[in-house]
Antibody
């Protein structure tokens, strides 16, 4: 069974750093892209970027480039999303997704993690 | 950047009725269009990809159609568990994951 299990909810202060995780199981982690999607409270879905764990090829939506870092450790089948300095506007639920291989990352998201709620407040 | 729009923003439907949701892309995405369902407090779930192919385990009452810039998701006979928000997503052009703003299907 394919599963993406994300780390738990976080409460942080502005300016703090954070790294959340997404562990894949039930499939070959290195041959599927992993994506990250933001959902701000009461709002829609925003595609942030993707990484191919096999070679760490990473692509960002321009809106998020420089604001977050996407990485992966294929030895433990885990992808990460990190911030070096959080802002209140980063408060959102973040989902990791799996993208089928091929088409150089241009694909739909067939499995989703359960989401990680990040709250940034002073 | 491709802009996705969805209509209507909210659709009020009685159980057992048919629901028709629309999605439009600002430029052609061929058939590289997916639909997702998100229930309150849950992660989105893939319903349709390639504009018309149902994902694994998705009931036959869900169907997708269209190509180019105009797409439709039809739920033939709404069940209580179908009341949710539905998003379309294009994966044809950069950035490959642009979502529409969503259509909320609620109980009439």
């Amino acid at each position: 069974e394919v599963q993406l299990v994300q780390s738990g909810a976080e409460v942080k202060k502005p300016g703090e750093s954070l790294k959340i995780s997404c562990k894949g199981s039930g499939y070959s982690f290195t041959t599927y892209w992993i994506g990250w999607v933001r959902q701000m409270p009461g709002k829609g879905l925003e595609w942030m970027g993707i990484i191919y764990p096999g070679d760490s090829d990473t692509r960002y939506n321009q809106s998020f480039k420089g604001q977050v870092t996407i990485s992966a450790d294929k030895s433990i089948s885990t992808a990460y999303l990190q911030w070096s300095s959080l802002k209140a506007s980063d408060t959102a639920t973040y989902y990791c997704t799996r993208r089928p291989p091929g088409r150089d990352g241009y694909n739909f998201d067939d499995y989703w993690g359960q989401g990680t709620l990040v709250t940034v407040s002073s | 950047e491709i802009v996705m729009t969805q209509s209507p923003a909210t659709l009020s439907v009685s159980p057992g009725e048919r629901a028709t949701l629309s999605c439009r892309a600002s430029q052609s995405v061929s058939s590289n269009l997916a639909w997702y369902q998100q229930k309150l407090g849950q992660a989105p779930r893939l319903l349709i990809y390639g504009a018309s192919t149902r994902a694994t385990g998705i009931p036959a009452r869900f169907s997708g159609s269209g190509s180019g810039t105009e797409f439709t998701l039809t739920i033939s006979s709404l069940q209580s568990e179908d009341f949710a928000v539905y998003y379309c997503q294009q994966y044809s052009n950069w950035p490959p994951g642009t979502f529409g703003p969503g259509t909320k299907v609620d109980i009439k």
